[in-house]
Every structure is written in structure tokens, then in C-alpha cells.
């Protein structure tokens, strides 16, 4: 300094700042690309880990939508309202259709475990497409409706379908199509044509339709959402590899 040469140790400091602003920036920079690589990892097997659960949920899905058919279809039948038939006809109706008809009754549910355990962890914050985080909202509803509609036909059949089995039946006969070795020559036959044409029963099993093509018309929903998730999902990895 005594010598003049302030100047020049001046810019000797800042060269030296500058050297060591531009190595931290570089190592943030670095820092900063390992964590979005990282989390970028992490997001791709939450979103596999999503697309493996929905596949099963679909074919969750789909076997409950053709158990609600068959159930809808065994109404109609043991009702005699299919559209091709001109009028009710005292046609035989085996015990195993009547028992299905009436007894039967569908509660589950598709199962989300992967979408439910990143949800309470927070971990689907992750996923960056706001399209694939809006059907998820999407599922979530059609989820709901379904299951305010699987508990109000629970209600009803509770409260009063069931009672058709308890009080209006031998329901003894019922049985020998789930407990093949029982006998039941002895037991009372049960005339469902003559038990179908008294307005109280035919009320409720047609309160059960109803329920049961509500049901459908849900899953079939819930479904769709499925699959459409299952879609965004696919492409979002596929953009991926």
C-alpha cells in the first residue's frame, strides 16, 4: 500500500469475491439440480406406484359393475319386467335366483391404498401435473357418491327387504344352493309367484332396482375416472423415459 499499490490489491480482493460468489452459486446450482433430480426420481415411482394400484383398482371395479348386473338382472327375472316380456307369467323361479335376487348385496369398494398413504404423508405435493392432482380430486368425489348410494340401499335393505326373507318365506329351502348336503324334503315349498304378486314385496324388490341401477350408474362412474387417471398417469411416465 506504502508503495501505491492499492489499486491493484483492490482488485486482486474483489477478483477473489467474485472467484468465491461464482463457486457458491455453481455448488447451489449443483445442490439445487441434485434435489430436483432426486425429487424427480421420488415422483416417477409415486406415480408408478399410483398407476400399479389403479390397475388393480380397475379390476376391482369391473368385477363389482358386472356382480351389480347380475344382481339387477336377477330382479328383473324374479319381477317378470323384462322388456321383452309382454306380462308377468307364472314362470318357475328356482330358490338359488329368488335367495340371489333378494339376499344379495354389493358394499365394496375399489381400493386406493397407494393414493390414501401418500395422501396422509403429504407426498403428493410431489407430483407436479396439476391435471393428473384435479382427477385425483375428481376420483375422490365420484368415490363419495358412490358410497352415500351403496349406504342408502344398505339402509333400506336392512330396515325392510330383509324382512321379506324373515317373515314372508320358508327361507330353509334357500339355503341347500350355499349348503348343498342339507335335506329339505321335508320343508314347506315357497310359491314366489303368488309371494311376487303382493304390492308390499314387489315395492321393495323395485325399491332395490332402482338402488341397484344407482349403484351401477356410480361405478360406472368411478370407473371412467379410473381409467382416465389410468391414461394421464401413463403418459405422464411415458414423456418420462
Known amino acids: 500500500m506504502e508503495a501505491g499499490k492499492t ?14 460468489v461464482i463457486g457458491i452459486l455453481i455448488a447451489l446450482s449443483i445442490n439445487n439440480w441434485n434435489e430436483n433430480r432426486k425429487y424427480s426420481i421420488e415422483e416417477k415411482a409415486i406415480l408408478s406406484s399410483l398407476l400399479e ?15 351389480e348386473i347380475a344382481l339387477k338382472q336377477s330382479l328383473i ?19 338359488s335366483i329368488f335367495k340371489s335376487a333378494v339376499w344379495d348385496l354389493y358394499s365394496d369398494l375399489p381400493t386406493f391404498n397407494a393414493y390414501n398413504n401418500l395422501k396422509s ?18 376420483l375422490e368425489f365420484r368415490l363419495n ?13 336392512q330396515i325392510r327387504v330383509d324382512n321379506i326373507l324373515e317373515k314372508d318365506i320358508n327361507f330353509i329351502p334357500l339355503l341347500k344352493s350355499n349348503v348343498p348336503n342339507i335335506n329339505i324334503e ?16 314387489r315395492n321393495l324388490l323395485g325399491m332395490k332396482l332402482s338402488f341397484t341401477q344407482d349403484a351401477i350408474d356410480f361405478r360406472e362412474n368411478l370407473d371412467e375416472e379410473i381409467k382416465g387417471l389410468m391414461i394421464l398417469i401413463e403418459n405422464e411416465l411415458s414423456e418420462r423415459e
Open 77 to 95: 327375472r324374479i319381477l317378470g319386467i323384462a322388456s321383452n316380456n309382454a306380462k308377468l307369467t307364472s314362470q318357475i323361479i328356482p330358490d
Open 145 to 157: 357418491k358412490l358410497r352415500n348410494a351403496l349406504d342408502d340401499r344398505l339402509s333400506v335393505h
Open 53 to 67: 394400484n389403479l390397475n388393480l383398482s380397475k379390476t376391482q371395479s369391473e368385477l363389482l359393475i358386472s356382480d
Open 121 to 138: 404423508t403429504n407426498k403428493l405435493s410431489l407430483i407436479k401435473n396439476q391435471k393428473i392432482n384435479e382427477k385425483f380430486t375428481e
Open 186 to 201: 321335508n320343508e314347506s315349498k315357497n310359491n314366489y309367484y303368488q309371494l311376487l304378486g303382493v304390492k308390499r314385496i
Open 7 to 20: 489499486g491493484k490489491y483492490l482488485k486482486y480482493a474483489i477478483g477473489e469475491i467474485v472467484l468465491v
